[in-house]
């Protein structure tokens, strides 16, 4: 017997015949071409249960009603909620990225310590105890206003409790950082005395003149302002955007009026003169203005004469004289101020000389006017329990009147003025004009505590980090604001377990408090955050508890209002931009940029146009006519006396010659690939100008040069 | 073919003077098909956005210049002549792409997809999106991910579908309530409902209590100038991308002003004077 | 003899030896080749049939073995654990909440089974981690309502007569394609007998050309 290669022909002619006759070969087709189809390490989400869960949105001063779908109790999507007074439906971009910042890689996991300028992980139980002890030396020391405090907002039962904690640690330092709303309300309590607010109705307003407020570009209560300007065009009433910008705004509007930057103020006072000169105000409720109305109506003929105004604003004084005139003659006008989104540096004379215009037409607590009303007051607080210490520092002056004179002052002082600094869900050392400034007042506070979600620049300064749960894991009273007309307390509901070990600002005060024990144990007697937020409403607990919110007030407040001339009479000095350079720079607001806390998400950056961002480098926007030298496109270095960057020209014919235009949000220094590290953050340009009369930063931008890089 | 007399013909039209550039509906899109994001999305030929806002400007100079926002989604073209020869679907090797006569929607089937890309080079519209790389979310981000759509995988591509997975919630909702009809509002895309200004409105063609029918008043008779052109809008307001190209979009955008509607095509000089007056108006009834 | 044949004449022995081993009239060399043949033949044939389906498809038990029949006996139907939601979507596998409607913490029968589930599912308030034998891939979208309550579709038709199943079958996973081995079927030919026998796309589209006319669009039945 031989094996031979016929054998082996044999052998595989038979193993092939076995084969093909066998399944083996039809199977293994499809099963292979079936396996090209198949990506294992895509995910595959599970599926499940529908259902719907009613919450608000507190990543903004919006406050809009969200529902988020979830599978089998995992969210998957947020909506806008239908029924919720503010919103009606539909949300904003930010408001529907909000499940990225559940797992957003840069939030805070666990409480951190700073060691060497290194964080390392420590519990919640030692954290407590590291901040109480260090709480209690002070107080040993006698010296409770060394802490201080600086919250994103007054409002709401969170900032309550902090305020509520300062008190009953003997400390005034309590300050918040300038949003609309604050802004609102100063202006109110300048014109119309305190404890109130404005809101404006702009669903129904005929004629709205905004100042430079960002109506679609995130101003107030968003989504709320775009229904409301969707509204005005079926309405047909009328828009007129006042900026030196071609925004979005400015884009949908009736008439877009360039303005030079900074000098709203002055046309707003033209205009108020305009018509009282042509006595075009509002006779009725004119009986209720006080402080000098001739004196103010004298002084501004005499400073603000219309052709002067023209030529310092960069409008025809035809012009401003016929706005002023069809302003005055609309049925329902409405004047809003605010540039932008209304929050950061902005000026109370401007405010105030805008909110003018509104109290001449008598236009004020009317359907489609402006509503002076109260600020929300459904919180009952207890008093706080103040020992002695307390009493003794509660009683000292205020170290300062915004968190910008605090950083300021801390930065300017060689011995420490704040021992330790609270900060809660805001980010001075990223949205304060001058943030090298600010992380430098921040390394000369000896303890900083930081309550926040997400490790940001300030959360980088800070010493100890006590991680708080993102607004979709916990409870939280949110009242509207920044402008909106009606007044709803909606309630924030958890809406997922916690991802991680954090916690409500709410629970980590009462356990802080209960730590250092004594009055202020005594000033925090809540088992935990929820007890404290159902003792806190009595009122209207019944309603946030069942339908997500309670509304306090729709449609105009009543009452009489009286209106005070006495802070414009004496004409305030207009403030003017740091530096002597040509161009003027300024900030502009982009709806799809977060400029505050927290930061974009990662969907929210994807959508900025590449004429803003590309790869790492951020555009300016400049007008081709006053861009000699410059390529579309091109490098250039702009240079402020804020300090020098180097960016990409994007020509726009929509701004005005002289300006350049930078968004405002971006350059983030944090450990976030897809939000930080892209482009410039436009406040390190820009140096702080503090306005006497308010006390407050009013930079709107600053002198600046550009040079082909 | 399934042409039965109840076929849907589900469109949108946009109001492009609502239109606030705003970005929510790219972000409702984003969020419920389960778009991924990369670390940088500036590079916007390989930056997968279903549904995309262009920026429109009528190319004045300053102080008449004047800009408008254009959300474009995929048009789920009806072809010459509304007979479903879309032209991606024309072209796909793979059948991964077909025209639904149910509903008049274009689909695109991923794992049935190879990635030879005809259609996007087929697609006049860039509705069309390559998957470069394997989707990767951040630790833990993958779950808020849907399971009622595919997330893709490299070496595809993909597309709007008109949040088809809505369509199927709502049918399977209308067999349980054992009704015929699907509520207008019981099927609307993602982009729609989150629209702040209300400028989106989808609903079918075909249904004349929709209120997209009243709006777009889609002519029943081909245009008499272009016989491939069908469905076109009697309101004189609403004008299609690429009109005269025959590709039939579902998507129709509406503008009061002039250098809008412009923009929707390539004209030679003079040539919107000629044919501006065909466009929207009725030519006949 | 051929040329080739006598060249190898002049070769060595070796070669003069194969030669004649080679001889026509010697057939054993066909007969080597015939009889490897069958054998190779046999081998592949059978490993064919018989070992690669096992090959093919890894096994795994379920969890701990359920008796359907019996449930069905008690419950009346299968909608009572497989029900349509109310938003008309089909809520699959009951989860363990569901069970508790009937169960306790405390077995109601004595099988070894039902103390598995009680002690390790109910006690530890952890879901069953059940293989699906229909389970199709993800690119697969389904609607129970189109098909038990627009088409009145009995389960049988797709399921089988899994209801009258007194215990769990091991649930076969194909190794190279990750899917159920039902979706092809148990005949590893894909020939199938019954409806429930495989549910491939082929199977789905056939059934939709009979009843509907039209094998239906890609995003009738795909996501």
């Known amino acids: 017997m031989k094996v031979d290669r016929r054998s082996f022909l044999g052998l595989g002619l038979g193993a092939v015949a076995g084969i093909a006759i066998s399944p083996v070969g039809a199977k293994l087709t499809d099963d292979s071409s079936i396996w090209t189809q198949n990506w294992p390490w895509t995910p595959v989400p599970p599926d499940g249960k529908i259902t719907y869960d009613q919450s608000v949105c507190t990543l903004c001063p919006g406050t809009c009603g969200i529902s988020v779908r979830k599978i089998d109790g995992r969210p998957i999507k947020i909506e806008g909620q239908d029924t919720y007074p503010v919103n009606n439906g539909g949300a904003c971009l930010h408001g529907i990225s909000g499940l990225q910042y559940l797992y957003d890689p840069s939030r805070v996991k666990t409480p951190l310590k700073k060691n060497n300028d290194r964080f390392e992980p420590i519990s919640w139980e030692e954290a407590i105890t590291l901040v109480a002890r260090r709480l209690g030396k002070i107080r040993e020391n006698q010296s409770p206003e060394t802490l201080a405090c600086i919250t994103d907002t007054n409002l709401g039962s969170v900032a309550g409790l902090f305020a509520h904690f300062l008190a009953a640690f003997g400390s005034p330092n309590q300050l918040t950082m300038p949003e609309l709303e604050s802004w609102l309300a100063l202006t109110a309590q300048t014109?119309?005395?305190?404890?109130?607010?404005?809101?404006?109705?702009?669903?129904?307003?005929?004629?709205?003149?905004?100042?430079?407020?960002?109506i679609i570009e995130g101003w107030g209560s968003p989504v709320a302002c775009f229904k409301a300007n969707s509204g005005r065009r079926q309405r047909g009433a009328k828009l007129y955007q006042i900026e030196p910008r071609l925004s979005n705004t400015a884009g949908t509007a009736d008439r877009w009026i360039p303005i030079n930057p900074g000098t709203e103020a002055d046309l707003a006072m033209a205009m108020?003169?305009?018509?009282?000169?042509?006595?075009?105000?509002?006779?009725?409720?004119?009986?209720?203005?006080?402080?000098?109305?001739?004196?103010?109506?004298?002084?501004?003929?005499?400073?603000?004469?219309?052709?002067?105004?023209?030529?310092?604003?960069?409008?025809?004084?035809?012009?401003?004289?016929?706005?002023?005139?069809?302003?005055?003659?609309?049925?329902?006008p409405v004047a809003v101020p605010g540039k932008g989104r209304g929050d950061g540096a902005q000026s109370l004379k401007e405010f105030a000389a805008i909110h003018t215009l509104n109290c001449l037409t008598g236009n004020i607590n009317k359907k489609g006017g402006t509503f002076v009303k109260p600020v929300p007051g459904y919180l009952a607080f207890p008093d706080p329990v103040q020992d002695a210490v307390a009493r003794d520092g509660t009683a000292k002056e205020k170290l300062a009147g915004s968190a910008q004179e605090l950083v300021t002052k801390i930065h300017r002082s060689d011995a420490p003025v704040v021992d330790t600094l609270f900060v809660y869900n805001t980010n001075p050392c990223y949205t304060l004009n001058n943030p090298v400034q600010t992380r430098a007042a921040f390394e000369k506070i000896p303890f900083v505590v930081n309550f926040t979600s997400f490790m940001d620049e300030t959360a980088m300064a800070s010493d100890v980090i006590l991680p708080i749960s993102t607004f979709l894991e916990r409870f939280e009273d949110v009242p509207s604001k920044a402008g909106f007309a009606g007044t709803v307390v909606g309630l924030a509901r958890p809406v997922v377990d916690t991802v991680f070990d954090t916690r409500?600002?709410?629970?980590?005060?009462?356990?802080?408090?209960?730590?250092?024990?004594?009055?202020?144990?005594?000033?925090?007697?809540?088992?935990?955050?929820?007890?404290?937020?159902?003792s806190l409403v009595p009122g209207i607990w019944k309603d946030l508890s069942k339908n997500g919110h309670a509304v306090a007030s729709q449609g105009p407040p009543a009452g009489r209002v009286t209106t005070d001339f006495a802070f414009l009479a004496e004409n305030p000095p207009t403030m003017q931009p740091q530096g002597d350079d040509d161009f003027t720079l300024v900030p502009i607001d982009n709806m799809r940029v977060a400029s505050t806390v927290p930061a974009s998400s990662p969907f929210a950056i994807k959508t900025v146009s590449d004429k803003v961002i590309k790869g790492r480098d951020m555009f300016v926007e400049i007008n081709p006519r006053s861009a000699t030298g410059l390529a579309d496109g091109g490098f250039a270095i702009v240079t402020t006396p804020g300090g020098s960057v180097k960016v990409r020209v994007n020509f726009n014919e929509g701004i005005m010659p002289g300006v350049i235009g930078m968004v405002k949000g971006l350059g983030h220094k944090f450990d976030n690939k897809y939000v930080a590290g892209k482009g410039v953050n436009v406040k390190e340009l820009i140096c702080p100008v503090i306005e006497p009369g308010s006390g407050l930063d009013a930079a709107f931008g600053i002198k600046a040069k550009i040079l082909k890089a | 073919m399934i042409q039965d007399k109840k076929a849907h013909k589900f469109g949108m039209v946009i109001d492009l003077d609502k239109c606030t550039g705003c970005g929510s509906c790219t972000v409702s899109c984003m969020s419920e098909n389960n778009i991924p994001f990369k670390e940088d999305e500036s590079d916007k030929k390989d930056s997968i956005t279903w549904m995309r806002v262009y920026r429109l400007t009528n190319g004045k100079s300053f102080p008449d210049t004047q800009i408008a926002y254009m959300p474009r989604p995929c048009q789920h073209c009806g072809g010459k002549g509304g007979h479903g020869h879309s032209p991606c679907v024309s072209v796909c090797p793979a059948t991964a792409t077909d025209y639904g006569y149910d509903t008049g929607i274009v689909s695109q089937i991923y794992t049935r997809c190879f990635g030879c890309r005809y259609c996007m080079g087929a697609c006049p519209y860039h509705a069309r999106y390559f998957n470069w790389w394997d989707p990767v979310w951040p630790e833990g981000m993958e779950k808020y991910l849907s399971p009622n759509v595919s997330p893709r995988m490299r070496g595809v591509v993909e597309k709007c579908s008109f949040c088809y997975h809505r369509y199927q919630l709502a049918r399977e909702k209308a067999y349980y309530d054992g009704v015929d009809e699907i509520e207008e509002d019981a099927y609307q895309t993602a982009c729609t409902t989150a629209c702040p200004a209300g400028a989106i409105i989808f609903g079918d063609l075909n249904n004349p209590s929709h209120r997209i029918h009243q709006i777009v008043k889609p002519d029943p008779h081909p245009d008499p100038l272009n016989h491939d052109v069908v469905g076109k809008s009697r309101n004189p307001k609403v004008f299609r991308l690429l009109e005269r190209l025959g590709t039939n979009p579902k998507v129709y955008y509406m503008s009061e002003r002039e250098w809008v509607r412009k923009l929707g095509d390539n004209y030679l000089d003079g040539e919107w004077e000629k044919v501006k007056n065909h466009y929207g108006s009725a030519s006949h009834d | 003899m051929s040329e080739i044949e006598n060249k190898t004449e002049h070769g060595s022995m070796d070669g003069a030896k194969e030669c004649a081993a080679e001889d026509p009239k010697d057939d054993t060399g066909l007969g080597l080749g015939v009889l490897f043949f069958i054998v190779a033949f046999l081998i592949c044939f059978l490993s064919g049939w018989l070992l690669f389906p096992k090959l093919l498809y890894s096994k795994h038990e379920q969890p701990f073995s359920f008796d359907h029949a019996l449930h069905v006996q008690e419950t009346g139907d299968c909608e009572s654990c497989h029900f349509l939601r109310e938003d008309g979507t089909f809520s699959g596998i009951p989860k363990t909440q569901s069970c508790l409607d009937c169960h306790t913490d405390e077995p109601m029968g004595e099988t070894e089974d039902e103390a598995v589930f009680t002690a390790e599912y109910v006690a530890k308030e952890r879901e069953v981690p059940w293989y699906v034998y229909a389970k199709q891939p993800d690119c697969v979208y389904f609607s129970h309502a189109a098909h038990i309550t627009a088409a009145g579709m009995d389960c049988i038709t797709c399921h089988g007569h899994i209801g009258e199943s007194a215990s769990s079958r091991p649930y076969e996973e194909n190794r190279l394609t990750g899917y159920s081995r039902d979706i092809w079927g148990k005949?590893?030919?894909?020939?199938?007998?019954?409806?429930?026998d495989s549910m491939k796309m082929d199977d789905c589209a056939q059934c939709h050309q009979e009843e509907t006319g039209h094998k239906g669009y890609c995003l009738q039945c795909h996501k």
């Open chain 3, 187 to 196: 005949n590893i030919w894909g020939i199938k007998k019954n409806s429930w």
């Open chain 1, 191 to 214: 014109l119309h005395g305190p404890g109130r607010t404005l809101g404006f109705d702009l669903d129904n307003a005929d004629f709205i003149l905004s100042f430079g407020a960002g």
């Open chain 1, 504 to 534: 409500s600002p709410g629970d980590a005060l009462i356990h802080l408090a209960k730590t250092l024990g004594g009055t202020m144990g005594k000033s925090f007697d809540w088992p935990d955050y929820k007890t404290c937020l159902k």
């Open chain 1, 272 to 332: 108020c003169g305009v018509l009282l000169q042509e006595n075009l105000f509002d006779p009725e409720f004119a009986a209720g203005f006080r402080g000098g109305l001739n004196r103010f109506n004298a002084m501004v003929q005499q400073k603000y004469p219309v052709d002067q105004v023209a030529a310092v604003t960069g409008i025809s004084a035809a012009d401003i004289k016929k706005t002023a005139i069809a302003f005055a003659k609309a049925k329902m």
